[in-house]
């Protein structure tokens, strides 16, 4: 029924794609979905600001499907041609932040959970690149500030602090890496919270017109 739309009688709009689905199974689910379509005057739809992909998962979550992607990590067999891995890797893990905080703001919290998992496979793979990982250790913060549950956030930041912990090297001899970084004002804090690991990575920076 999800993924046909027949007998649809509530329509779930973002930017990129109409969802027809059903009260009977959406508003039971969630709260939140069901006050934002009590609205006076309602058409029978109700406008999300998520991205596609974040809201078909919470609406597969709603009607019990898999949701795929949150179940397998992006390896080398099952890349589109001219994907590299670790853009894939760059790829799954910014949806997994969006379905966090999307988890979080309409109170999903077993997806919630789900995508935070996935987040920490893929920020632990071997294969993903350190300016990947620092821009999605700045996407996170960013959307931190204001958005998420204490609890889920201090689990994320976690995974950053670990992961980026593990490619600090990397990092600190990355042009384009280090120049992300640096300039933005949580990252020292969570890359390398230790100013003695900090000062002897940092020692092996190579000067400007060596990077």
């Known amino acids: 029924m999800y993924e046909t739309g027949v007998w649809s009688d509530l329509s779930i ?27 006076p005057n309602s058409k029978a739809s109700v406008e999300m600001e998520e991205r596609e992909v974040v809201v078909d998962a919470m ?18 067999a099952s890349l589109t041609p001219g994907v590299g891995l670790s853009d894939a890797l760059l790829s ?16 999903i919290e077993r997806l919630g959970v ?17 300016g990947h990982m620092i821009d999605l250790g700045c996407l996170f913060m ?16 976690d995974v950053v602090v670990n992961a980026t912990h593990r490619k600090l090297a990397g990092i600190v ?8 970084s640096t300039p933005t004002r949580h990252t020292r804090d969570w890359s390398c919270p230790r ?13 400007p017109d060596e990077a």
Not at 65 to 73: R, S, Y
Request: charged share 25%; proline share 3%.
């Open 173 to 180: 001899n990355d042009a384009f890496a280090w120049e992300s």
């Open 92 to 107: 799954r893990c910014t949806d997994c932040v969006h379905l966090m905080f999307a988890a979080a703001k309409y109170d």
């Open 13 to 39: 709009i973002t930017a990129t794609e109409t969802f027809r689905v059903h009260r009977a199974v959406v508003f039971p689910a969630n709260a939140k979905l069901r006050r934002d379509a009590r609205i």
């Open 59 to 76: 609406l597969r979550h709603f009607y019990e499907l898999p949701i795929l992607w949150l179940h397998n990590v992006p390896h080398s």
């Open 195 to 207: 100013q003695s690991r900090w000062d002897e990575a940092t020692k092996k920076r190579p000067a």
């Open 142 to 157: 960013d959307l931190a500030k204001d958005r998420v549950s204490l609890d889920l956030y201090k689990e994320g930041i």
């Open 114 to 130: 789900s995508a935070l998992r996935m987040f920490q496979l893929c920020m632990s793979s071997h294969f993903i690149k350190s």
